[in-house]
RNA sequence: GGGGUCGUAGUUCAGUUGGUUAGAACGCCGGCCUGUCACGCCGGAGGUCGCGAGUUCGACUCUCGUCGGCCCCGCCA
């Protein structure tokens, strides 16, 4: 028997008795005539103390332990001298005087310690990933991603939703990112795609009858990465049949409720609230807000149209906007800081970015001279400026004004402290349009995917002005951060296929494409819509880490690389053959 | 595909205007030490300055290229 208790769960509870224990000596400290060693594993740490008096040879043997070494120890627990208790740790009231020490494993030295505190660069923590996961607050992560998973799970059951499986081997779509491909070797020369998600097959599982289903499954996309981006990587997916959207927002909503409270411990405001899309972009200037702080954008174009500033008027009658955001008590910053704020406008497609400093005397700018002083001051209450603000103005097309306040509003948050990072604000947004319109493509895409449902009250749009029509499609956003989404799903063939010609997809592309659905849905579908959660951004979440990296045991790179293994790699010339495969370099 | 940033001992980092022997801390190795817990003290080993080319009498330092990590744009529910 290797032991009878864990490490970290020893306690006053076991004081005079033997025990037993296995783990990775965290830490020696060797006193010459008595030796300390911190044993670790995966609940915790204790002191074990190697006493001659107790056993000259078991000391000795002490004396050859290193960093990271797997020891097994039998000894009596004792309650510690009162003057050397350790209240740091949870075990520091106690220890073990060994008896017995058997050596299971030595180990090299570690690149670097097995630290909480240690900084270590991305690189290294993921060429030696093994030794990264021992990491005691890194393993808390996971044993969180766990509780995490079986509390969905949990929450899931209790109402009805069965999980079901659905392929990872599947067909290759037109819509939405990149696919990875396999090779098929028994029909050369065709592929396989890894899912982006089990969208499709949900929802034919809804047409079979199974009423609720869900998953927590990986999903594929041959994108590249970000700090919330990897190739692959978890979603909570789920589906609901006879539902409809404030039915599945309330259920999400309670299930939101109740894991973060059961495994973090943390509560959330409820109901959740509720903005429409339009009222996001205008406000926030994005579709995700964060909605821990202020800043809000605000529209100044009626005003800029009857200024005497020729690029705001000239802008506004050519279709553009004016907006504004008050950077509180920025009106101490430099020119040369402005100028700063100025090239990151730049960089996020804006032209320029105008200001103007509240003082106590009024708006102070080079730009204040085309402006009468009734406009100054509508500019100042409209914004709510106070003596001390700095006033920024963004005017281009819409979308630009948006993308840049919008930006520049998370960073000027940032850089103002004005984030509470204990504070979770959730948000559903709803009532996003079902369409956009690509002027490159000329034609319409669907912004969810195209099997979302449009509003009924706008359906008498999708002929006249697609542009208008809404969708029964809704995210939730917390503290700015897309934790995932979902819709209504049309189940009517006529809209569907209404759908499809907008998006300018052939009759018989959509057959060859996902015939099988279109197919499916004609065979008595029922009204069915759900949900998918990004798994790993929620555990980011509740970790207070930014990047997924940190919440993926094995991660890849920028690149797409897995430093452990070094995947992806070069293959035998025989597996290529078996496959139907030349590789050619293309240049 | 593009922009930014970083790369020096096992690790984290410092390194002056381009100057001769590249440093610190932690870790590692050896010794001493019976109440430490980031133990302490003494001593020691450890470097292709990511790689390649160029400029120069001389390059860790300047230039160009290249490789890799990270952040972002494009791309992406």
Redo the contacts with the bound molecule.
């Keep these: 028997m290797f032991r009878t208790h864990l490490c970290g769960k020893i306690s006053e509870k076991n004081l005079d008795t033997e025990v037993t224990l296995s783990g990775w000596v965290h830490?020696r400290?060797?006193?010459?005539?008595?030796t300390?060693v911190?044993l670790r594993d995966r609940e915790g740490i204790i002191?074990i103390?190697f006493?001659?008096?107790l056993s000259e040879s078991v000391h000795q043997q002490a004396h050859a332990l290193?960093?990271e070494y797997v020891i097994q120890v039998t000894g009596k627990v004792a309650r510690?001298?009162k003057?050397?208790?350790?209240l740091?740790?949870p075990t520091?009231k106690v220890?073990v005087l060994a008896e017995a020490l058997t050596i299971l494993n030595r180990a090299k030295?570690p690149?670097?310690?097995i630290e909480d505190e240690?900084?270590?660069?991305?690189?290294?923590r993921?060429q030696y990933r093994y030794l990264d996961l021992r990491r005691p607050a890194v393993q808390q992560i996971f044993i969180r991603r766990h509780k995490l998973s079986q509390a969905i799970r949990q929450f899931l059951n209790d109402h009805q939703f069965l999980e079901l499986e659905t392929p990872s081997l599947t067909k290759s779509t037109p819509?939405?990112?990149?696919d990875f491909l396999v090779p098929s070797r028994l029909n050369p020369g065709n592929f396989y795609a890894l899912p982006?998600?089990p969208q499709l097959f949900k929802q034919i599982l809804m047409v079979s009858g199974f009423d609720r289903y869900y998953q927590i499954v990986r999903?594929f996309?041959d994108?590249?990465?970000?700090?919330?981006?990897q190739p692959e990587f978890t979603q909570i997916d789920l589906e609901m049949s006879f539902i409809e959207m404030d039915d599945i927002l309330s259920l999400m909503e309670e299930m939101i409720l109740r894991v973060f409270s059961e495994v973090c411990d943390r509560k959330l405001p409820s109901p959740f609230p509720r903005m429409t899309y339009a009222e996001a972009v205008s406000r926030f200037g994005t579709?995700k807000p964060d909605t821990r702080f202020g800043l809000e954008l605000v529209d100044l174009s009626e005003l800029a149209s009857r200024c005497d500033f020729k690029v705001f008027r000239s802008i506004v009658s050519k279709g553009g906007v004016v907006n504004g955001l008050n950077a509180k008590n920025l009106a101490r910053l430099s020119r040369k800081e402005i100028e700063n704020l100025t090239n990151e406008a730049i960089?996020?497609g804006a032209k320029g970015l105008a200001w103007m400093k509240v003082t106590e005397d009024g708006l102070e700018a080079p730009i204040t001279k085309f402006f009468s002083a009734a406009q100054l001051n509508e500019i100042k209450t409209t914004l709510e400026g106070e003596p001390g603000d700095l006033l920024l103005f963004v005017a281009d097309k819409t979308q630009v004004v948006h993308d840049v306040l919008g930006t520049l509003r998370l960073s000027l948050a940032k850089k103002l402290n004005l984030i509470d990072e204990k504070v979770f604000n959730p948000l559903w947004v709803t009532d996003?349009p079902l369409f956009e319109y690509d002027a490159a493509a000329k034609r319409y895409t669907a912004?969810?995917?195209p099997f979302t449902s449009p509003m009924d009250e706008d359906l008498p749009f999708l002929k006249s002005e697609p542009l208008k029509v809404r969708a029964k499609?809704y995210?939730l956003v917390v503290n700015g951060v897309?934790l995932g989404?979902g819709s209504i799903r049309i189940h009517q063939e006529e809209i569907q296929s209404q759908v499809f010609s907008l998006l300018g997809i052939a009759k018989e592309e959509a057959a060859e494409k996902f015939g099988f659905l279109l197919e499916a849905l004609q065979y008595g579908a029922p009204p069915h819509g759900g949900m998918?959660f990004g798994f790993d951004r929620m555990v980011a979440l509740l970790s207070g880490v930014?990047?997924i990296?940190e919440v993926i045991p094995f991660p890849k790179?920028?690149?797409g690389?897995c430093?452990m293994t070094s995947a992806p790699s070069d293959v035998d010339a025989r597996q290529l053959k078996e496959l139907h495969i030349k590789k050619e370099r293309i240049l």
Excluded: M, Y
């Design positions: 830490r400290r060797d006193h010459g005539g008595l300390f911190d002191q103390v006493n001659p008096q290193r960093s510690r001298p003057e050397t208790e350790n740091n740790i520091g220890e030295t690149p670097f310690l240690e900084d270590i660069s991305d690189a290294l993921l819509e939405g990112a990149r982006q998600s999903c996309r994108e590249d990465l970000r700090a919330d981006r579709d960089q996020r996003f912004i969810h995917h499609a995210d897309e989404g998918a930014e990047s990296r790179t920028q690149k690389i430093l």
